[in-house]
């Protein structure tokens, strides 16, 4: 019980100082509305139909993205991690534009993909590639090798290998890599319906912030941030059904 209880204490804690602040007088409650004005906007946004269109919106173009970034960073991850030749040519290329803030390309998709969909798409694939192909390399690499001489020796194939020893000791650093990349597709759905959409919750917010509504804009936040935490709910169920077997392995002292 102490476990649920105490990250509710923080959000608690945090409202409570919120709460303060609105009320205190000492800033403009235009930029700390009442915890009141913003769920009474909160439970306009989640019992309209527009609302959970637009959430609908950012949500499929998030995981578009996000799973096509899935499938090939895993199988990119995969090849790095058991070729050295290919290894040697994509880990500098990854290694070295990671850092590179993808967003600053995103001028450049919509000149090529339009302003709708496919060009938000198309960058959260790029921005959520990286992490996945990154850890997945690295998982790949670092299985055991007396794993691997075992199976050797009892006459397993290559693809028996891979289907039986290395994508399964790689499973913990792929759903590592999902983990960070996720959130990443929501980040980065929101930003570019920001800068260049007429639908979704990006465009909600700037344009709840434009027309100075700041308590529908920060509802709309609130939004967000549970969808991205049930996102992570889910890869963390789905991590702990399908690798099982890593929760035998850790605890906590």
Request: aromatic content about 12%; hydrophobic content about 60%; charged content about 15%.
């Amino acid at each position: 019980m102490a476990r649920f209880l105490r990250p509710l204490a923080l959000v608690g804690a945090v409202l409570a100082l919120w709460e303060l602040a609105a009320r205190s007088g000492l800033w403009n409650r235009l930029l700390f509305p009442p915890l009141a004005r913003i769920g009474e906007e909160f439970a306009a946004f989640a019992s309209s139909g527009e609302g959970l269109a637009q959430a609908w919106v950012s949500l499929y173009r998030a995981l578009g993205g996000f799973a096509l970034a899935a499938v090939v960073g895993v199988a990119l991850g995969m090849v790095m991690g058991r070729s050295k030749l290919v290894a040697g040519l994509l880990d500098p290329l990854f290694s070295g534009t990671y850092a590179v803030p993808k967003l600053a390309l995103f001028p450049i998709f919509i000149f090529v993909f339009g302003i709708g969909s496919l060009s938000k798409v198309a960058l959260i694939f790029l921005e959520c590639l990286y992490p996945i192909v990154i850890m997945t390399y690295h998982g790949a690499r670092d299985v055991n090798r007396v794993l691997l001489w075992s199976g050797q020796n009892m006459g397993a194939s290559r693809a028996m290998i891979l289907r039986r020893i290395v994508i399964p000791a790689a499973a913990p650093f792929i759903f590592a890599g999902f983990r960070v990349a996720l959130p990443v597709a929501m980040i980065v759905v929101v930003i570019t319906e920001m800068v260049s959409s007429a639908d979704g919750l990006g465009y909600m917010v700037i344009y709840a912030l434009s027309s100075l509504r700041t308590d529908r804009m920060l509802a709309v936040v609130i939004a967000i941030s549970l969808i991205g935490l049930a996102l992570d709910w889910a890869i963390v169920f789905l991590r702990d059904r399908l690798v099982y077997w890593e929760k035998l392995d850790t605890y906590y002292v």
